[in-house]
């Protein structure tokens, strides 16, 4: 089981983002900077552990549910690790009291008008929804095969057997002479059965233990980025290697890209993806084109939760193709974003969150038995505070139904049998060399 995306939202808005550790009230959000991006460093804690033989795991569980809101509370990573460690001392009586005083705190500051300083305060409070750029993970593959490979990765390709069926997807990376993949190397009909013999194959148990070491971490996330790659590839993004960005290129030379898709309302409306800008005061050319582009990078959060963050970008070519180079490239991207208000970048990240999902409520990658299952709803929460007098934002309105092909896609992740257990697994303390 796994914390569902209903449940994160309502955990970290109660929580008002930062730690319930008594008195302790640290944000567990991080600004950007001009560098760097927003991070997330909150963790979403197991009151009675998940694990058998974990902290607190003999008590009852607070509302009968492991993976549910009542066993969770948010706390940032020094705190977890203290009440997990000091199990005694921390009980589930006395962490579901801070969980309880934390957010009446929460609630009481969220409710004073003298906070707001400078808006224009009413009498009347409104509560309103706040988005991450964040979608979440309900399902990841549990395990990772490897096996010996002479290969050259640039040949791998060309001996991969590639399945009738579509749907599946074949990330792959070698490292010291293995090959590693989420797909079964063990079974005869793998699509690496002519580079990977499926007899000597092997697999890791992915655990918390494990990816708690910082180069399997890396090289597992690498895996999940190729994943991303061939999730943008089928979608006809081009990979910006350089700057670790997927972005739209014109379908053919001086010709501009539009493509339709759900708006933050949940109207279908169309929108230049790759475009040659043009002087409003002569409509004549100007001598670049620009793209819409987008960084997609994964998150962990605590020992189990993951998300992938949406975070818009713009590339900048001379005609659509050839990227441009220097200084210029840079003052036009800082340009664009500081014209960019909250409510600008809702949109992209809606755009992004509609255009890779295809307007389905989840985006399932399948690799023959086991799978990625990418959650189509922004991590959220709501906040109550003073209405400002002719602030009518909209609000993340956009909702998709299951389709019969999706749903099936879904089922199917869910229904995956149960690995057989002869197939040999690595002792975890030998660890996995990882290229930086």
């Known amino acids: 089981m796994a914390i569902d995306a209903r449940t994160r939202q309502i955990l970290w808005g109660k929580a008002g983002a930062t730690c319930a550790f008594s008195d302790c009230r640290r944000p567990l959000i991080r600004d950007a900077n001009s560098d760097d991006r927003e991070v997330l460093v909150g963790e979403m804690a197991h009151i009675v552990a998940q694990s058998q033989g974990g902290p607190r795991r003999e008590a009852k569980v607070p509302g009968g549910n492991i993976d549910g809101y009542d066993n969770l509370i948010l706390l940032c990573h020094e705190h977890h690790e203290l009440v997990d460690q000091q199990y005694h001392t921390y009980s589930v009586e006395r962490l579901l009291q801070f969980k309880a005083d934390h957010e009446e705190w929460v609630r009481s500051r969220l409710s004073k008008h003298q906070e707001f300083e400078g808006l224009h305060r009413s009498e009347k409070l409104v509560t309103e929804a706040v988005f991450s750029t964040l979608l979440p993970i309900s399902q990841l593959p549990d395990y990772v095969y490897f096996g010996e490979c002479t290969v050259p990765e640039t040949e791998v390709k060309s001996l991969i057997k590639w399945p009738n069926e579509q749907r599946i997807y074949i990330p792959f990376i070698i490292r010291s002479g293995q090959l590693y993949a989420f797909n079964n190397l063990a079974n005869f009909d793998s699509p690496f059965a002519s580079i990977v013999d499926p007899i000597a194959a092997k697999r890791h148990k992915v655990s918390g233990d494990?990816?708690?070491?910082?180069?399997?971490?890396?090289?597992?996330?690498?895996?999940?980025?190729?994943?991303?790659?061939?999730?943008?590839?089928?979608?006809?993004?081009?990979?910006?290697?350089?700057?670790?960005?997927?972005?739209?290129?014109?379908?053919?030379?001086?010709?501009?890209?539009?493509?339709?898709?759900?708006?933050?309302?949940?109207?279908?409306?169309?929108?230049?993806?790759?475009?040659?800008?043009?002087?409003?005061?002569?409509?004549?050319?100007?001598?670049?084109?620009?793209?819409?582009?987008?960084?997609?990078?994964?998150?962990?959060?605590?020992?189990?939760?993951?998300?992938?963050?949406?975070?818009?970008?713009?590339?900048?070519?001379?005609?659509?193709?050839?990227?441009?180079?220097?200084?210029?490239?840079?003052?036009?991207?800082?340009?664009?974003?500081?014209?960019?208000?909250?409510?600008?970048?809702?949109?992209?990240?809606?755009?992004?969150?509609?255009?890779?999902?295809?307007?389905?409520?989840?985006?399932?990658?399948?690799?023959?038995?086991?799978?990625?299952v990418i959650d189509n709803t922004l991590i959220s929460g709501s906040i109550t505070w003073p209405e400002v007098e002719g602030d009518k934002a909209d609000r993340m309105a956009a909702s998709y139904e299951d389709d019969l092909f999706t749903l099936a896609d879904f089922n199917e992740a869910n229904d995956f049998d149960e690995f057989d257990d002869d197939i040999d697994e690595l002792d975890t303390d030998e660890g996995v060399q990882v290229e930086d």
């Not at 061939?230 to 030379?253: N, S």
């Not at 933050?264 to 475009?275: E, H, L, N």
């Not at 970048?345 to 086991?370: A, H, I, T």
Request: proline share 4%; charged share 30%.
């Open 210 to 372: 494990w990816l708690d070491k910082p180069e399997q971490a890396r090289w597992y996330v690498e895996l999940l980025n190729r994943t991303v790659n061939k999730i943008t590839g089928r979608l006809g993004l081009k990979l910006d290697k350089e700057h670790h960005r997927y972005y739209f290129e014109p379908d053919e030379l001086g010709k501009d890209k539009h493509i339709s898709y759900q708006t933050v309302g949940g109207i279908t409306s169309k929108r230049g993806v790759a475009w040659n800008p043009h002087f409003k005061h002569n409509s004549e050319p100007k001598n670049y084109w620009e793209h819409l582009a987008v960084s997609l990078r994964f998150h962990r959060f605590g020992q189990w939760s993951w998300g992938i963050s949406i975070h818009p970008e713009r590339r900048f070519t001379s005609n659509g193709f050839i990227p441009l180079e220097g200084k210029s490239t840079g003052k036009k991207s800082t340009k664009r974003k500081s014209k960019m208000y909250n409510f600008d970048v809702l949109q992209e990240v809606q755009f992004w969150r509609d255009f890779l999902s295809q307007g389905k409520p989840r985006v399932v990658c399948n690799f023959g038995d086991q799978a990625i």
